[in-house]
């Protein structure tokens, strides 16, 4: 077959790091073979290469959006192929996530986990990744309207002032944010009670919902969570540390055949 003859000789290409000619085969394969879906994976890939290392604001989106194009035309190729449909989707999102163009990010890997050819780790990286996201958004406003004073007095997660007219909405924003990163991060620990940094993030999200405390009580009952799931996050790191450390030793020790 003239196109996967060209796919061969462009990923040769592509993986010594000859990526405009890589690019060229890929392009001549889609041309010969327009529903060719591996052509076209492989056409995205050299483009976010591209991606990746142009300097130019304006260069740098017209190809990011020529990515997309071609990653969304593989995707609509990929039929039942589950390994194709994860490819095209997870560079779908980090295309998107490069962009900081966050609503499609998320938007992205919602579908990944939703699709039926995902699994539970996939599931799971993706939910994770979005709870990542809604947390990173809280900690840029609550960072924002930190009081500094307080800050250098070594209280950083004291109350964020939001309260006047003019921070109204992002402070509505941020307890929205910190809501959906809580969401995804328990659907994280339902499909894998023991992911570590998973745990951490949850953390690290009770102290957002902290920081936007100003009941006293309330406040203080969440700096004690924080400090609890951090605590136990930290237990189950060193128990698996140990139980790897026991593996590897025992591996070492075993006779060679």
């Known amino acids: 077959m003239i196109a996967k003859d060209k796919v061969n000789q462009g990923a040769i290409a592509y993986n010594q790091s000859r990526n405009r000619e890589a690019q060229e085969f890929f392009i001549s394969a889609t041309e010969t073979e327009p529903n060719y879906t591996t052509a076209w994976l492989y056409l995205g890939a050299t483009l976010y290469k591209d991606y990746q290392k142009e300097i130019d604001?304006?260069?740098?989106?017209?190809?990011?959006?020529?990515?997309?194009?071609?990653?969304?035309?593989?995707?609509?190729?990929?039929?039942?192929?589950?390994?194709?449909?994860?490819?095209?989707?997870?560079?779908?999102?980090?295309?998107?996530?490069?962009?900081?163009?966050?609503d499609e990010y998320i938007k992205a890997m919602?579908?990944?986990?939703?699709?039926?050819?995902?699994?539970?780790?996939?599931k799971s990286q993706s939910y994770f990744s979005i709870a990542t996201k809604y947390w990173q958004l809280s900690y840029d406003q609550t960072t924002r309207y930190q009081d500094k004073a307080l800050?250098?007095?070594?209280?950083?997660?004291?109350?964020?002032?939001?309260?006047?007219?003019?921070?109204?909405?992002?402070?509505?924003?941020?307890?929205?944010?910190?809501?959906?990163?809580?969401?995804?991060?328990?659907?994280?620990?339902e499909i894998d009670p023991e992911n570590v940094e998973a745990m951490f993030y949850k953390g690290m999200l009770i102290r957002e919902q902290e920081k936007m405390t100003k009941d006293a009580s309330k406040h203080k009952e969440?700096?004690?969570?924080?400090?609890?799931?951090?605590?136990?996050?930290?237990?189950?790191q060193k128990k698996k540390q140990a139980i790897a450390a026991e593996k590897k030793a025992q591996e070492q020790a075993a006779p060679k055949s």
């Open 57 to 102: 604001e304006a260069k740098k989106k017209e190809i990011a959006k020529h990515a997309l194009d071609v990653y969304k035309k593989a995707l609509s190729l990929a039929g039942e192929n589950c390994i194709n449909i994860d490819n095209a989707q997870s560079y779908i999102a980090a295309i998107y996530q490069d962009m900081n163009n966050n």
């Open 110 to 122: 919602e579908e990944r986990a939703a699709h039926k050819c995902a699994k539970n780790e996939a």
């Open 151 to 189: 800050f250098l007095k070594g209280d950083s997660f004291h109350y964020r002032n939001m309260d006047y007219p003019d921070a109204l909405s992002d402070k509505q924003r941020t307890l929205e944010n910190i809501a959906k990163g809580f969401t995804y991060i328990e659907k994280t620990l």
């Open 222 to 236: 969440l700096d004690q969570a924080a400090v609890k799931i951090a605590a136990d996050a930290n237990d189950l």
